[in-house]
Nanobody, 123 residues
Framework: QVQLVESGGGLVQAGDSLTLSCAASGRAFSIYGVGWFRQAPGKEREFVATIGVAGRSPNYADAVKGRFTASRDNAKNTVYLQMNSLKPEDTAVYYC????????????????WGQGTQVTVSS
């Protein structure tokens, strides 16, 4: 069992940066792949980034590639999403999700979810 708590969201201006954190409790978090997703009002939840076990194979949605970076510190049971050059269209609730051994872009494959953190980017 894994519990996830996101933090680090807020209100920023276009072009600013934010770093989201996803803190996990529970055993052996290092064997879980983690995905980041976001959901804007009236829209479906969409894939943002994934990071595999031990930080391998980060993968990004085209909309954030080159601006966002996923990383993890397994000693701290925490995964991060560094977001640079933020745009108003990045405004959404951001969620982290975890699944044993693998990570992928479909939200349906994840067993554990955090409660989300709001990111608002003003123009």
């Amino acid at each position: 069992q894994v519990q996830l708590v996101e933090s680090g969201g807020g209100l920023v201006q276009a072009g600013d940066s934010l770093t989201l954190s996803c803190a996990a409790s529970g055993r052996a978090f290092s064997i879980y792949g983690v995905g980041w997703f976001r959901q804007a009002p009236g829209k479906e939840r969409e894939f943002v980034a994934t990071i595999g076990v031990a930080g391998r194979s980060p993968n990004y949605a085209d909309a954030v590639k080159g601006r966002f970076t996923a990383s993890r510190d397994n000693a701290k049971n925490t995964v991060y999403l560094q977001m640079n050059s933020l745009k108003p269209e990045d405004t959404a609730v951001y969620y982290c999700a975890a699944r044993k051994y693998t990570a992928g872009s479909s939200p349906d494959m994840y067993n554990y979810w955090g409660q989300g953190t709001q990111v608002t980017v003003s123009s």
